[in-house]
Structures are given as structure tokens and as C-alpha cells.
């Protein structure tokens, strides 16, 4: 069966500080890879989709990067993080050509102080 | 493009009685449409979805959907809410063509009280 781990599970960061959040999906071959914000009080917000290695789609201009380096790794990254960053992140997988459903990781907690 | 509705960012219920939470969607093409529950500090789970079958779908947790194309709904319901069902729940709609990207709405947060 297919699994999806992401990590770290929390984090507290200080602005200008580097980020990195990782994810990895097992059990699959070539998924559609997404990373969600969720803000506090507010729906989900699509930042970044991939449909292969090194193909990334942004959602969103903003102060954030992804990568996927490998076929079931996806990296969320920034150089330096802003105040407005804070938020639970979330990664989730898609089958390519399927309906579009989604399966979800565990999330990611960043509180930027 | 496609879009989501939710009616209700707060929907309060008695245990015991009916759950209705309400989505509205926006689609140019034949949608696929999807509810999904999230609990405190977890990801998202798949309760249910349409993808052009049965227009009433039945999901986990004793959950309902009925797809109706003239009112362009996807409302949930469930006949007697249990204090477990509270949670925030996010409808979503992909269009059917190519790449599958899904739209979801700002989530109900559903309250249960004894």
C-alpha cells in the first residue's frame, strides 16, 4: 500500500532563517506531487505542484521554493523565512491520470517567530 | 476555471442529530467533486467523492454526498452526528481533463455538543 511521510512534524524557526521540509511518498510510481499552506483561520492554499523530477509548478509568488530531486521526494524550502510564512504545510500525492484525489501527509507545523 | 462554495464556516449540532454541511461548485466541465475531513493538527482524509458514477455517494463514518448537476451542489450528510464527527471538513472539485489539480473551499468547521 501506498504511504506519505513528511518531516519534520514541528518546527519553530526565526525570521531570515533557512527552511526545509521534506516528503516522500512509498508504494507509487511517478505521483503528482503538491505542497499546501494551511493559515490559521483559512482554507488551503496550493503553493507548489509536480508532475516529474526537477518539473515544478508554482502556485503563488512568494518567498518559498520546491524541488523534487527524486520520482517520490518533494522539498519545500526558503532562503529566509518572513513572519508570514507561519502556517501548517501539508504534502499530498495524486495518481497521474487519475480523478485528481488526494492523499495526505501528516503535516508540518512552522511557527515563524 | 473551477471553484468551491462552502455556505458556513461554523455548523453547530446536538449529538444525535442530522449533519448537513453545504458546497457549491463552479466547473466548466463535468466535475469530479471530493469531501474530505481534517482533525486538530492532521492531514486531510478522503470521506468520499463523485467522479461521475452513483450521484449519491457513500462515504466512510456513516457519510453522504448527492451530487446534483441543476443546483450544481455536492452538500454532505450524515443522519445522527456522534461527538467524534467534530472536525473541519473541506469540499473540493477537479475538472475532468487533463491534469487533475484540485480547488478546494475554506472548510466547516463542524461542532458537536452533547
Known amino acids: 500500500s501506498q504511504t506519505i511521510h513528511q518531516w519534520p512534524a514541528t518546527l519553530v524557526q526565526p525570521v531570515g532563517s533557512p527552511l526545509s521540509l521534506e516528503c516522500t511518498v512509498e508504494?507509487?510510481?511517478?505521483?503528482?506531487l503538491y505542497w499546501y499552506r494551511q493559515a490559521a483561520g483559512r482554507g488551503l492554499q496550493l503553493l507548489f505542484y509536480s508532475v516529474g523530477i526537477g518539473q515544478i509548478s508554482s502556485e503563488v509568488p512568494q518567498n518559498l521554493s520546491a524541488s523534487r530531486p527524486q520520482d517520490r521526494q518533494f522539498i519545500l524550502s526558503s532562503k529566509k523565512l518572513l513572519l508570514s510564512d507561519s502556517g501548517f504545510y501539508l504534502c499530498?500525492?495524486?495518481?497521474?491520470?487519475?480523478?485528481?484525489?488526494?492523499?495526505f501527509g501528516e503535516g508540518s507545523r512552522l511557527t515563524v517567530l | 476555471a473551477q471553484s468551491v462554495t462552502q455556505l458556513g464556516s461554523h455548523v453547530s449540532v446536538s449529538e444525535g442529530a442530522l449533519v448537513l454541511l453545504r458546497c457549491n461548485y463552479s466547473s466548466s466541465v463535468p466535475p469530479y467533486l471530493f469531501w474530505y475531513v481534517q482533525y486538530p493538527n492532521q492531514g486531510l482524509q478522503l470521506l468520499l467523492k463523485y467522479t461521475s458514477a452513483a450521484t449519491l455517494v457513500k462515504g466512510i463514518n456513516g457519510f453522504e454526498a448527492e451530487f446534483k448537476k441543476s443546483e450544481t451542489s455536492f452538500h454532505l450528510t450524515k443522519p445522527s452526528a456522534h461527538m467524534s464527527d467534530a472536525a473541519e471538513y473541506f469540499c473540493a472539485v477537479s475538472e475532468n481533463t487533463g491534469f487533475q489539480k484540485l480547488v478546494f473551499g475554506t472548510g466547516t468547521r463542524l461542532l458537536v455538543s452533547p
Open positions: 508504494g507509487t510510481s511517478n505521483p503528482n
Open positions: 499530498a500525492w495524486s495518481v497521474q491520470g487519475g480523478s485528481g484525489e488526494l492523499f
